[in-house]
């Protein structure tokens, strides 16, 4: 106990106001639990603030200069301009008002916010430091805690986020004049899609990528789509290396300096360097040992499928409890975190969780590949529509891609979808509800869509996995 | 202003009719469109039915505990013209059928889909193909929704079924014995009244009965050539292993025989005790405990039935299949065992350093395969079809494992080839694994013999059940020390204390001749009395 410090009294106390902090704190007073949010910085967590929203807002605006600028082929001229001030600042309108919504919401259904940063002092025990000297502390006791503080992003030694030209993924989020040369550290899914973002905005990008190819995780055929497109927009590719140093040029500007397995170096001219090389847990400074609670190797905290650490009345959700690293996934961790709480018989009990990627074109993904599908020894029924088959596709001049529908052969079971074109992201929705709803191809083919639309391809390949397509030949 | 009749929807799955629980409306009284106007009760479970209409209530055609058979006007509307409800005349709204989670769980449950179509595929990776809504169901009524048969498209598991499930009535399984088409009553001679559901009633009714119950005590079967009844009531005969044909019966429809499900108990009752006909009644208090459940078997108030569903229907299949294929018979015998219990605390420190627990199970088996190579006929599958006996070449054993979801037998393969420590391994991953339900559908199967440990649990003879198709069985009691007759140091026999170890081997007689069973138990015995000679091994 620190001199002036106070003790209140939670049933819940959730710590970090992201997509799974704050889902989780709001369900918690839905269900009467008295609930206290702590966030030490920004409502909305890393998703409103530092990525899904800002980025997906500067993707927009990029697009639409850059589809704009490239329509002579429909008969449309233009030149348009970016102003690249203006649109961070209506990026920053959305952002504010999605958080702002954010505390709205909490404060609506009677959560306790405090702001500060907290930190275990024993199992049912935090102490919240607030921001700033003088701002003294408080001490909370709870019945049940959530632990939501998220990620960050993994700096690569060398690479300091403090020099003002190493970004973090926030920093290119925030930039107001677009780099000429960017320099991007990884061709994870971040590093992609900002490196097509800044492509459209005019900047000369160079990736650096440790592995043979972008997207690591991604089948081939998904990944060659979005390394054409990127290709395309004038994106250089360096497979098999990794950032080793930057130093400053003599003719302005900097080098960023690259080593293979082998030893061979290459030195790249940049003005920006954008270090995305994937995300660390945010665990620093919650004290969890004084909780009970251990981390794994990679610091994340670990949890069975009620959402509960080794301590059972300390639940942990979203990026700081690990895999998938998606903010839909965090709120709905956040929302079984609160209902077990609760008493409600919740349970992590999703069949898989979708995947957006949002470059050019985008990619969304849900369950299993069909590598994935025979692994798990199903026998995989697979069927693919191309967008350039599609009518919809064709008359908003973005024909590349597929929609792939993976099933298992004996029942017709959708097991997993990959689609890579435009809105795919979107379109996964469809593929995702099958899924988890458990239907068949039969299910998918027989729906009716709407024509014409980009989701028709969705019913069609499901027919081609039934040997039955009408619009593509059968494979 | 015109008069609507309202006919008692059908809900699907096979519902042939429900009783009528209560009006919650009268003549006279002013409905509005989607406003319930009454409560019916299928033996899937209690539904509102909504008012189709804006307008009046004119006649209600049905009494509060009738029974309803679908398409039966129940109730008249005096419509307002200028209603909105007129637009409607023609439909005819379909109750939601699922109750809400604190609703009186309908005794059974069943219904069966009315296609017919049957399909209970083994998913790999243990996945179990169910909707959100329905895993949460699963969740809130304690049921594991993998155990769960599915009875939609490619078996996928609906909230009914998890509900037939939680309620010991077992899925809304279209499979079964019948692969024909079920046939459905149609909705007609319907006129008398205090008739009672097919498969569900509320408490007190079910004395009322008897009128289409056998005569206590003497059961005739009545022989006919074709019965109507619900599906629901069909699958509880399957499950008495009544023929729906000899359960007498005063009703019709269509011209036709009609059986109830309460009918079909009291014959079934009647066969098992003819002196004691235990009156078919239903407890339709909900169950304290929501995996606890009543059915609509004519079980006694107070008694606990619990659902015969999954793993344990599985075994009892496989059982009934072997107990009544292979003709059993069973050979027991003694092993004194000191040298094994001697070798194997020797071998203990050497296994502990290997990180390996070494039981007595790898020595039997080891000891099993000298047997079975020296008789390979206790080592072999009869396919009665191709009039053949195949002698195996594999020694894969099965162990029989109890968990609490019921009897796993996972299978060592090539025991032959492997040494007692390895096999010490594999029997402990096996075992504990099954106990987790972690096995692969695989791993339990291609065994050639297989072995019961009952002896783990307390016992010394037991009567196993062999693992059909494989022709024999070895059970182990526990190894203790139990008196033997031994010569003493002056030449004389003298009891003495000695750790045995019982054995219990079933074979198919159709295969192997007791003669054979006792020369390899003499041989397992040798083995194990001398663990040397399985160094041979």
């Given amino acids: 106990m620190v001199v002036g410090d106070v003790t209140t009294g939670t049933e819940v106390l959730v710590i970090g106001a992201g997509p799974g902090g704050y889902v989780a704190a709001i369900r918690a007073a839905q269900e009467g639990l008295d609930t206290t949010l702590v966030e030490k910085d920004a409502y909305g967590g890393a998703c409103l603030n530092r990525g899904c929203i800002p980025s997906k807002a500067l993707i927009t605006g990029s697009g639409l200069a850059h589809e704009a600028g490239n329509a002579e082929f429909m008969g449309v001229h233009a030149d348009p301009a970016v102003d690249m001030g203006k649109m961070i600042e209506w ?87 677009v780099p000429d ?210 009518g919809r596709a064709m008359t908003t001049g973005h024909t590349e891609g597929f929609v792939r529908i993976v099933a298992d052969e004996e029942t017709g079971f959708v097991l997993g979808g990959q689609i890579v074109g435009p809105e795919a992201s979107e379109l996964i929705a469809e593929v995702a509800l099958a899924v988890e709803m458990g239907a068949t191809l039969e299910d998918v083919a027989a729906t009716v869509h709407t024509h014409p639309t980009l989701a028709e391809a969705v019913m069609e390949a499901a027919e081609n996995a039934r040997g039955q397509a009408i619009h593509t030949l059968n494979r | 202003m015109t008069v609507e009749e ?47 209409y804006d307008g009046t209530v004119e006649e209600l055609f049905v009494d509060e505990g009738d029974m309803v058979p679908v398409g039966d006007v129940i109730i008249s509307f005096r419509v307002d013209e200028d209603g909105d409800g007129g637009a409607t005349a023609e439909a005819e709204p379909e109750p939601e059928p699922e109750p809400d989670a604190g609703d009186e769980p309908a005794p059974d449950a069943s219904a069966d889909a009315a296609d017919g179509a049957t399909s209970e595929p083994d998913t790999p990776s243990g996945r179990t193909f169910a909707p959100p809504s329905a895993r949460r169901l699963a969740r809130e009524l304690g049921v594991d929704v993998a155990a769960v048969d599915g009875s939609g498209p490619g078996g996928r598991v609906t909230e009914a079924d998890v509900r037939a499930h939680a309620e010991g009535g077992g899925s809304a399984d279209p499979g079964g014995a019948d692969d024909g088409p079920e046939p459905r009553p ?89 002196s004691e006909p235990e009156p078919a009644t239903v407890d339709a208090d909900p169950a304290p405990d929501a995996a606890a459940a009543t059915d609509a078997a004519g079980t006694a108030s107070g008694d606990e039935t619990v659902p015969y569903r999954g793993v344990r229907r599985t075994i009892g299949k496989q059982m009934e299949r072997s107990k009544y294929t292979a003709p059993h018979v069973t050979h027991h015998d003694t092993a004194e065992v000191d040298a094994l219990v001697e070798a194997r605390e020797q071998l203990k420190p050497t296994a502990e350093a290997e990180g390996v627990k070494l039981t007595y199970m790898p020595f039997v088996m080891k000891a099993i395969v000298a047997g079975l190579k020296e008789y390979p006929y206790l080592n072999s599958e009869l396919r009665e079809d191709d009039e053949e006996i195949v002698l195996k070449r594999d020694y894969n054993l099965g ?49 050639t013999f297989s072995i019961t440990n009952f002896g783990a649990i307390g016992g ?5 059940i062999i693992n059909y198709p494989e022709t024999a069985i070895l ?63």
């Fill in chain 2, 460 to 464: 010394e003879y037991a009567t196993p």
């Fill in chain 2, 186 to 274: 149609a909705p007609t001679d319907t006129g008398s009244t205090g008739r009672k559901s097919a498969v569900s009633k509320r408490g007190g009714d079910g004395s009322s009965d008897g009128a289409s119950a056998p005569a206590a005590g003497a059961p005739e079967p009545a022989g006919r050539e074709t019965t109507l009844a619900t599906p629901a009531t069909r699958k509880v005969a399957r499950e008495r292993g009544v023929d729906l044909d000899d359960v007498p019966t005063d009703e019709t429809r269509d011209g036709e025989a009609f059986v109830t499900a309460d009918a079909v108990n009291a014959y079934a009752d009647a066969l098992e005790s003819p």
């Fill in chain 1, 91 to 177: 990026k920053d309108g959305v952002v504010d008002r999605l958080t702002g919504g954010v505390e709205k919401l909490c404060k609506a259904n009677g959560v306790n916010l405090v702001e500060g940063v907290a930190s275990f002092v024993g199992e049912n025990t935090v102490r919240v430091a607030h921001g700033g000297d003088g701002q003294g502390s408080e001490t909370l006791e709870f019945e049940h805690a959530v632990i939501a503080t998220g990620s960050r992003p993994i700096q690569v030694p060398g690479f300091d986020f403090a020099e003002d030209h190493v970004w973090s993924s926030a920093d290119a989020l925030d930039a107001d004049t």
């Fill in chain 1, 181 to 390: 040369r960017l320099g991007v550290v990884g061709g994870g899914y971040i590093g992609m899609e900002l490196a097509t973002t800044y492509a459209k905005l005019g900047a000369e990008v160079t990736v650096v990528e440790m592995l043979d190819d972008i997207l690591d995780p991604y089948e081939d055929d998904v990944k060659r789509v979005v390394r054409k497109r990127a290709e395309e927009l004038g994106v250089e590719f360096n497979f098999g290396e990794g950032a080793s140093e930057w130093t400053e040029a003599p003719d302005g500007g900097y080098l960023l300096r690259t080593e293979t397995e082998d030893g061979e170096e290459s030195t790249y001219g940049v003005d920006k360097i954008l270090v995305a090389v994937g995300r660390q847990p945010v665990t620093d400074g919650l004290d969890l040992e004084n909780a009970g609670i251990e981390t794994d190797d990679r610091g994340f905290v670990e949890t069975d499928d009620r959402t509960r650490t080794a301590v059972e009345h300390v639940h942990a959700v979203g990026d700081v409890a690990g895999d998938p690293m998606l903010a839909h996934a965090a709120s709905n961790e956040g929302i079984v975190a609160a209902e077990v709480i609760a008493g409600e018989p919740a349970a992590l009990d999703r069949q898989a969780v979708p995947a957006a990627v949002f470059t050019d074109p985008e990619i969304g993904t849900v369950g299993m590949t069909e590598a994935e599908a025979a692994e798990a020894g199903f026998e995989p029924a697979v069927g693919e529509m191309p967008f350039n088959a599609s």
């Fill in chain 2, 399 to 447: 162990i029989a494992v109890a968990t609490d979801a019921g009897l796993m037998v996972p299978v060592v393969e090539d025991v032959d080839e492997k040494g007692l420590f390895e096999l010490a391994d594999e029997v402990n991953d096996l075992a504990s694994r099954a106990r987790e339900r972690k096995l692969k559908p695989a791993e339990m199967k291609g065994g």
């Fill in chain 2, 6 to 52: 309202f006919k008692l929807p059908d809900v699907g799955e096979g519902v042939a009719e429900g009783e009528l629980v209560s009006w919650l409306v009268a003549p006279g009284d002013r409905v509005e469109e989607d406003q319930p106007v009454a409560e019916v009760e299928t033996d899937k479970a209690l539904v509102e039915v909504p008012s189709s």
């Fill in chain 2, 475 to 537: 059970g182990l009691g526990a190894i203790e020390e139990r008196p033997v007759v031994r010569e003493g140091a002056d030449g004389t026999s003298e009891v003495v204390p000695a750790p045995t170890l019982p054995l219990s081997l079933s074979i198919d007689h159709r295969v192997v001749d007791g003669a054979v069973a006792a020369e390899f138990a003499n041989t397992v015995m040798e083995h194990l009395e001398t663990p040397l000679l399985l160094l041979n091994e």
